[in-house]
């Protein structure tokens, strides 16, 4: 259950991270600090997110498992049907410095914030998770930032739609689970 939770962000920061690789190359400095952007918000949100869903859950009672579903399948809908300009991104974030830094780290990682609403009702031991969210943001950013160039941009989009199909496959697993659980 961990991998479909890891996985999909991973897919989604590869793609983000390769728009930024695919507009060339960046120095050392630059490819460091996207990747402690990737890997703080990305390993940030799920906690915010989390922190956010515990006293709704608890507002809402009984229905708090399924809106945390419906979380995670809206969020891998989400990256299915919306189309982004990952360059635009791309050329917004290594460009950004301050304030702007952090609205862009926040926008890079609004589907972490969604996976948090569902940690805790894939009852996943938060700590795993949450290394599991760092490594794989460390990895994808790294493997994008230096394949950007070499990768097409439709293989950099296929990863994003495979990322929103997986997240709507464990949302309806985790949703069914609670129906016949």
């Known amino acids: 259950m961990l991998l479909g939770f890891v996985l999909p962000l991973g897919l989604d920061s590869f793609a983000v991270a390769g728009a930024i690789g695919a507009g060339g190359a960046l120095a050392v400095r630059d490819r460091w600090r996207i990747t402690a952007l990737f890997v703080v918000f990305e ?17 809402i009672g009984p229905i708090a498992n399924y809106a945390a579903a419906a979380a995670v399948v809206a969020i891998g809908l989400w990256m299915l049907l919306h189309d982004e300009d990952h ?3 791309a050329e ?18 609004l589907d972490e914030l969604a996976i948090g609403f569902g940690v805790g009702l894939a009852h996943l031991p938060l700590v795993p998770v949450i290394v599991g969210i760092a490594v794989q943001a460390f990895l994808a950013a790294q493997l994008g ?4 160039v070499r990768i097409a941009e439709r293989l950099r989009e296929a990863a994003e739609r495979l990322a929103g199909v997986v997240l709507v496959v464990l949302g309806v697993v985790l949703a069914v689970e609670q129906l016949v659980g």
């Open 87 to 89: 360059e635009e991104r």
């Open 145 to 148: 930032l230096r394949l950007g």
């Open 43 to 59: 390993a940030g949100m799920p906690l915010v997110g989390l922190a956010l869903g515990a006293p709704l859950a608890h507002v």
């Open 92 to 109: 917004r974030l290594v460009a950004a410095r301050g304030a702007a830094l952090i609205g862009l780290g926040v926008s890079i990682s």
